[in-house]
């Protein structure tokens, strides 16, 4: 398996997108960007997803979970700018035609399309945009990289990635995928917006299945700001445009399958943090030690999510105190006897003590572009990564004013 | 029952505090400022405390803990500048040397006498200091304001308050205390340090209960970052010195005494959050029709806590729909279609759906020094608030350059 060069959500066989500015954007950096977009696969295809467990949901959660037990859908349309959230039951039929739009324009059935918004809470969507600029939605195989910038909001860059996965010198299949971020990140159980392709075949159940292992495992082992978002989705597509045969989950291919998806989807996961709003470093929080796989998740994101830990790392300062106190309040077993701390591969506290180090040296060391936080509990076998980014003066710029 | 002008933790009758500067800071606004304090009752008195449930906890909180089961406490050392953590079991040979000279000089044993240590994390005690300053300290009725200044970190201000009760004109107990922020602040179970004291007389188990019950409803309702120090801690001395019967849970003066604590417990938290660090609005996150008390609490916390709720207020910003997400992921039985919220008085979301306001007006509301959100979800009796604070830039400038 390899990650290919500039690959994209439709870097694998029989996907196409494009996007197009629908003018969701009054001003600032988006405005007059693509901002809607569409992804969909030439072929039939299976499909899985998770979506966000706030109980508060945009309108297309409702409509997506809705159509994700079919496990047939073949596209998705998105906007950034407005997430038509949080309404409860209102904003559906907004959803709904904007699904059917899509899909018209795509050639399928209104229920083989979801539907995803992104952007600001509080406003109702302004469906008259998305009615005009969906007919002038190009689709093709080079439209990945426009989807991927259509759905961004707050993010600077798109985030997208693809592996081909080779079996003696023959490819076998390819995985790509993209996602927005980067406020209001703090995924439970599900993710941010995220879409992945494969042009793989697979058993649509054990897709589902892949698709919520490889989630817990990436994007909900990301946090920005602690806040879960209302449309936090991710949707897997795949298609088998590759040939082969349909592998399901007792299948030798199934383990390579799986390499796949989590590369891609760490890599995505990484990029996500990475570029949080505001931040200046990407964080890497791996626990080890823990008494249970749970427990390290649970540490790696409390430590990950910790205001003071995050200025600290913006300041460069390697102040392992926060580490460990965040550590000590995440719910979870740890005996600070047992203990250990380490930034950037410096140990700077070892078994319930302090270890002499080099103050200038850790600081310089802190001013990589990523920074990693190993905590060693020594308790057990649990092991996890979490990525977040640090917390800027930025940050807060960015979210005091960001309606205004 | 009413509140003292510039009442403070000795106010009530028979205590008595004083600090000195034993230089715990090289630099900074506190240098040459107070940071060594001792707050005494010249009488036996009843005590009660509730410690951090951080796991990893500050040298002082192990000697509490030894000593708070007696019930018997007279006093209390703190110093800032320095937590003396968070190193497991080692400090604690120091922690007890500053309560055990404290307590000599008191002339008390030392087994009567509290420790606690605020400040930087990760360095360890300088006990030189401590040693050579704890004879300068003067013990006196006046004291109080010096020894709330003495426990300041990065407080912009002392947090104190006293409340006289009266019944029929005649003074029967004060009520005093006082308070120390305003980062790491999340208590868990327990508060930031904070020390009070009553001049009534309390049967000791009935003030560890009520202690327990008035930390709940008050300072860990407060939230600044959402990180729960490892030094929380809140002392409560009762000494009988304004004569009276010895008050127990049954007697009819146990909801006066009650009422006191709460009232200056209140009073104290909203102070911390108010200067949590680098606030510029005290946010009052008000819950009413919550399944239960319990769960209206968790959503008040978590509402307060939402970095993207803080930095709305920061811009004086009207953003519902953050206020209502955070909502939703609090893990807290919620249906968006029958919640309502509004801010400074103001509805915006009823039932369900949005409510026309003028966002000028709002906007413009919003610039008070205290935000209050009101959120009502219709669905039981459960009512609670929580204390909070907006993210500002100085936050993160405080919190980047908090050592260096």
């Not at 997108?17 to 969701?24: D, P, Q, Y």
């Not at 309404?87 to 209104?110: S, T």
């Not at 439209?143 to 003696?168: L, Y």
């Not at 700077?348 to 850790?362: A, H, I, K, Q």
Request: some cysteine; overall charge negative; aromatic content about 6%.
């Amino acid at each position: 398996m390899e990650f290919i060069p500039y690959g994209h959500v439709t870097t694998p066989e029989g996907f196409v997108a494009g996007a197009v500015c629908a003018g969701m954007y009054a001003s600032g950096p988006k405005a007059g960007q693509p901002d809607l977009g569409i992804l969909f696969s030439q072929r039939e295809c299976a499909s899985a997803g998770v979506l966000t467990t706030n109980l508060v949901r945009s309108a297309p959660v409702y409509v997506n979970e809705k159509r994700l037990p079919a496990g047939n859908l073949r596209g998705a349309v998105t906007n950034s700018g407005n997430a038509n959230a949080p309404f409860g039951n209102a904003g559906i039929a907004e959803a709904e035609e904007m699904a059917a739009l899509a899909a018209r324009h795509a050639g399928v059935p209104p229920e083989q399309f979801a539907v995803c918004s992104t952007g600001v809470t509080g406003v109702v969507l302004p469906i008259d945009k998305v009615r005009a600029a969906i007919p002038g939605i190009t689709l093709s195989r080079e439209g990945g990289p426009d989807f991927a910038r259509a759905i961004m909001t707050t993010d600077t860059r798109p985030k997208q990635a693809a592996v081909a996965v080779t079996e003696g010198g023959r490819l076998l299949f390819r995985v790509g995928g993209c996602c927005k971020g980067s406020g209001m990140i703090h995924p439970n159980m599900a993710t941010m917006l995220a879409y992945m392709t494969a042009d793989a075949a697979v058993e649509p159940g054990y897709l589902q299945r892949l698709t919520k292992k490889v989630a817990d495992a990436t994007f909900n082992m990301v946090t920005v700001d602690g806040d879960t978002s209302c449309s936090d989705t991710l949707l897997v597509f795949a298609n088998g445009a590759a040939g082969g045969e349909t592998i399901r989950e007792v299948d030798p291919a199934a383990s390579l399958l799986e390499e796949a998806f989590m590369a891609v989807a760490t890599r995505l996961a990484r990029e996500l943090a990475r570029d949080g709003e505001g931040a200046r470093h990407l964080i890497a929080v791996n626990v080890s030690g823990a008494a249970t796989l749970g427990e390290a998740r649970q540490l790696a994101r409390t430590v990950a999510l910790s205001s003071l830990v995050k200025t600290a790392v913006a300041g460069n300062d390697p102040n392992w105190g926060r580490i460990l106190v965040a550590a000590g309040r995440a719910g979870v077993r740890l005996d600070p006897a047992k203990a250990s701390v380490s930034l950037q591969g410096v140990p700077l506290f070892r078994n319930g003590g302090v270890v002499p180090f080099d103050e200038d040296d850790v600081h310089g060391r802190m001013k990589a572009d990523e920074v990693a936080i190993d905590i060693d509990l020594a308790l057990g076998d649990g092991r996890a990564t979490a990525w977040g980014c640090d917390l800027t003066t930025d940050y807060v710029h960015i979210n005091a004013d960001y309606r205004t």
